[in-house]
C-alpha cells in the first residue's frame, strides 16, 4: 500500500510538470515591452503643419520600432484644415499606427460630430490614407435627420459613401436614393 502511494504521487508529480500553467496574454507582454509608458498622454497631430487632431488617453503604451500606440481610454478631437472641430470620438482602447495613419478604436466606441450626428459601436477602424472609416460590428448611428443600424458598416469619414451590412433604419424627410432607382 505504501508502494502505490508512493507512485501514484510521482505520477501526479510528473503530469503536474507536463502542464503548461497559465500562460500571460499577448497584451500583456507588449505593455510590459513599451519603450514608453505615458499616463495621462496627450499630444497633438499635424499634417502639413497644419494642426488636425488632439489625443488624449489615460495610458499610452508607445513602441518606437513599430511606429505603433496602445492607447487606454482615449479620446481624439479632430479638427477641419481651418482648425475648427468636427467630430469626438472615445474609445476604451486603441491602437494607431502612426507610420499608416490607422486607428483600431475597440470597447464602447462613440464618435460624436459637431453637427449632432453620433454613431456607436464596439469596433471601429479609421484609415486616414484610404479616407474611410468601417465596423465589422453591430453599429447604431444617429442624425437629426436618419436613425440606423447595421451589422457593420464602410463608409468615407463625410459618410456621403456608406455600405452597411444589413441595414435598419428609419429616414425623415424626402428619404434615400437605393441604387438603380
Known amino acids: 500500500m505504501r508502494g502505490s502511494i508512493a507512485w501514484a504521487a510521482l505520477l501526479a508529480g510528473a503530469a503536474a510538470?507536463?502542464?503548461?500553467?497559465?500562460?500571460?496574454?499577448?497584451?500583456?507582454?507588449?505593455?510590459?515591452?513599451?519603450?514608453?509608458?505615458?499616463?495621462?498622454?496627450?499630444?497633438?497631430?499635424?499634417?502639413?503643419?497644419?494642426?488636425?487632431?488632439?489625443?488624449?488617453?489615460?495610458?499610452?503604451?508607445?513602441?518606437?520600432?513599430?511606429q505603433r500606440m496602445d492607447l487606454r481610454h482615449f479620446k481624439v478631437r479632430m479638427l477641419d484644415a481651418n482648425g475648427n472641430l468636427q467630430s469626438t470620438l472615445t474609445a476604451d482602447r486603441g491602437l494607431y499606427a502612426s507610420y499608416k495613419g490607422e486607428l483600431d478604436a475597440r470597447g464602447h466606441v462613440l464618435v460624436e460630430s459637431t453637427d449632432g450626428r453620433t454613431l456607436r459601436t464596439e469596433h471601429l477602424i479609421y484609415d486616414k490614407g484610404a479616407n474611410r472609416i468601417e465596423s465589422d460590428?453591430?453599429?447604431?448611428?444617429?442624425?437629426?435627420?436618419?436613425?440606423?443600424?447595421?451589422?457593420?458598416?464602410?463608409?468615407?469619414?463625410?459618410?456621403?459613401?456608406?455600405?452597411?451590412?444589413?441595414?435598419?433604419?428609419?429616414?425623415?424627410?424626402?428619404?434615400?436614393?437605393?441604387?438603380?432607382?
Open 137 to 181: 460590428t453591430v453599429f447604431t448611428y444617429v442624425s437629426p435627420t436618419t436613425t440606423g443600424s447595421g451589422k457593420g458598416f464602410v463608409s468615407d469619414i463625410e459618410f456621403r459613401n456608406v455600405t452597411v451590412d444589413q441595414p435598419q433604419g428609419v429616414q425623415k424627410g424626402k428619404g434615400i436614393l437605393l441604387p438603380g432607382q
Open 17 to 66: 510538470c507536463s502542464e503548461s500553467g497559465v500562460q500571460p496574454r499577448s497584451s500583456a507582454q507588449r505593455a510590459d515591452s513599451a519603450d514608453q509608458i505615458m499616463v495621462k498622454m496627450s499630444t497633438r497631430l499635424t499634417e502639413a503643419g497644419v494642426l488636425r487632431s488632439f489625443v488624449e488617453a489615460d495610458t499610452a503604451y508607445v513602441y518606437q520600432n513599430e
